[in-house]
T-cell receptor
Framework: AQSVTQLGSHVSVSEGALVLLRCNYS??????LFWYVQYPNQGLQLLLK??????LVKGINGFEAEFKKSETSFHLTKPSAHMSDAAEYFC????????????FGGGTRLMVKP | KAGVTQTPRYLIKTRGQQVTLSCSPI?????VSWYQQTPGQGLQFLFE???????NKGNFPGRFSGRQFSNSRSEMNVSTLELGDSALYLC????????????FGAGSRLTVL
């Protein structure tokens, strides 16, 4: 069975500081990995995805993530936080045979201080 | 083009009632998936439909059911509502299995009293 662990349910950074949101996964087969963002009262928006091409994946809004197989990690980073980045972030995994069945982590709420 | 549309956005029911939620996928998308989001359990997969056939089902009781119509629109139904069914129900669509990127709707927030 697949699982996703997001370390830290709440992360607080100052505006302009580095954002690092952690995600570790377990999967018995090569996974597809995703980061989604959710703003209040909205659905999920895809930030980026890893599907076995380049291990460093660039997404929207300046976010990127690096797939590290040896560490089973897919951490999300952004060099400089903006107030508009305040939201909840979800890491998700699926295997290539699972169709659209995603397993999500518990989410990390990012707070950005002025 | 229009995104994934879910109706109703908000609804309140009482225990024992049933509810039907609707999802219209992006035009051209033939796969619809449903997820339940609660503060306690997080985001959990409910089921996935493609070409009117259920492809996958999550670990939910039989009170949760769904269907997909020939125009790819989908409905999910929850019967005999319990307090714990209060949640945000999210629908997502894509072109089909293997497309691997889901586009989510804004959700239907169900409150069970």
């Amino acid at each position: 069975a697949q699982s996703v662990t997001q370390l830290g349910s709440h992360v607080s950074v100052s505006e302009g500081a580095l954002v690092l949101l952690r995600c570790n996964y377990s999967s018995s087969v090569p996974p597809y990995l995703f980061w989604y963002v959710q703003y209040p009262n909205q659905g999920l928006q895809l930030l980026l995805k890893y599907t076995s091409a380049a291990t460093l994946v660039k997404g929207i809004n300046g976010f990127e993530a690096e797939f590290k197989k040896s560490e089973t990690s897919f951490h999300l980073t952004k060099p400089s936080a903006h107030m508009s980045d305040a939201a909840e972030y979800f890491c998700a995994v699926s295997d290539q045979n699972a169709g659209n069945m995603l397993t999500f982590g518990g989410g990390t709420r990012l707070m950005v201080k002025p | 083009k229009a995104g994934v549309t879910q109706t109703p956005r908000y609804l309140i029911k009482t225990r024992g009632q049933q509810v039907t939620l609707s999802c219209s996928p992006i035009s051209g998308h033939r796969s619809v998936s449903w997820y339940q989001q609660t503060p306690g359990q997080g985001l959990q997969f409910l089921f996935e439909y493609f070409s009117e056939t259920q492809r996958n089902k999550g670990n939910f009781p039989g009170r949760f059911s769904g269907r997909q119509f020939s125009n790819s629109r989908s409905e999910m139904n929850v019967s005999t509502l319990e307090l714990g069914d209060s949640a945000l129900y999210l629908c997502a669509s894509n072109q089909g299995p293997g497309a691997n990127v889901l586009t989510f709707g804004a959700g239907s927030r169900l409150t069970v009293l």
